[in-house]
């Protein structure tokens, strides 16, 4: 049975930084392409970050720069590092696999939510006051 896991949510003052973590079970973790995805209230699901099995990675436009998308195959873990962060930030954030390998120059398929990715985590919730 396939299982994600996130943590590393909370509250965090505009410009502070969290770590989000992903914990997979379930799965040949190193041969999925790995993602993060975000949902602020009211709005739809966003991708954030991707990640195929070799660590290549892809961003969103809104956290170029600022959020690192890194995994750890020994461990079965994907993180999220998210630094400088701002309002516009707060969302309910989740990670997401497919499995089998994953070409970080398809960007729009990668962090598009739905259907490509077979597997999401419950969420971890961040939000950024100002």
């Known amino acids: 049975q396939v299982q994600l896991v996130e943590s590393g949510g909370g509250s965090v003052q505009s410009g502070g930084s969290l770590r989000l973590s992903c914990a997979a079970s379930g799965i040949t973790y190193s041969s999925y392409c790995m993602g993060w995805f975000r949902q602020a209230p009211g709005k739809e699901r966003d991708g954030v970050a991707a990640?195929?099995?070799?660590?290549?990675?892809t961003y969103a436009d809104s956290v170029m720069g600022r959020f690192a998308i890194s995994r750890d195959n020994a461990v079965n873990m994907l993180y999220l590092q998210m630094h400088m962060l701002i309002p516009e930030d707060t969302a309910w954030y989740y990670c997401a696999a497919r499995p089998g390998p994953c070409s970080v120059t398809e960007r729009r398929l990668l962090l598009t939510p739905g259907g490509f990715w077979n597997y999401r985590g419950q969420g971890t919730q961040v939000t950024v006051s100002s």
């Open positions: 990640i195929a099995g070799d660590g290549s990675t």
